[in-house]
């Protein structure tokens, strides 16, 4: 739509469109507002074969990023075709782990970079039976490896990762 300028100010068109796109435009901004981080390792089993490697199910190493002071809690997580409880724990920002986990050295891997934001770890409960409601989950679950379901100051929110990293896999102990 364009606009035209006249002696006495823009056009009713114009400011009707002008509103819409601030709705569209803080909308969209609320639904960013919340930045995901996802990685997972495997952990190898010292049972070669085939029938070694379902042996451990990976460990996820998920993260929410949050507007500083924002109140946050989760209402459920879906992992990779499963849906799980979880929770939320604050943690500090950078985010390391070793980078690899059965040869000790002083190389970590940055799962969450320094941040101004709150940070929190999704701590994944019992899986859970659940079906979708919305189309926007549908839409989520189906384009993602990760999605959690959030309240932030009392919004629902989705969290989600296209793609879950692959660390590289610990050994058993």
């Not at 006249?6 to 002008?18: A, E, M, N």
């Not at 679950?141 to 999605?147: L, S, W």
Request: overall charge positive; hydrophobic content about 40%.
């Amino acid at each position: 739509m364009t606009c035209m300028r006249r002696r006495t100010g823009f056009g009713v068109g114009c400011s009707v469109f002008g509103m819409v796109a601030a709705v569209v435009m803080s909308s969209a901004m609320a639904q960013s507002s919340v930045e995901m981080y996802g990685f997972s390792r495997a952990t190898l089993p010292g049972i070669p074969g085939p029938q070694a490697q379902n042996v451990f199910p990976p460990t996820y190493y998920l993260y929410v990023e949050v507007k500083r002071g924002s109140r946050v809690s989760a209402e459920w997580a879906w992992v990779r075709g499963h849906y799980y409880d979880c929770s939320l724990k604050k943690v500090s920002t950078p985010v390391l782990v070793e980078s690899d986990p059965g040869v000790p050295t002083e190389k970590k891997e940055i799962l969450v970079p320094k941040t101004s934001g709150d940070v929190y770890s999704v701590v994944l409960g019992n899986a859970k039976v659940r079906t979708v409601s919305r189309d926007k989950e549908k839409e989520l679950i189906a384009d993602n490896e990760a999605v959690i379901a959030l309240l932030v100051n009392q919004s629902a929110v989705y969290a989600a990762v296209q793609t879950i990293k692959a660390l590289r896999p610990a050994a058993a102990s």
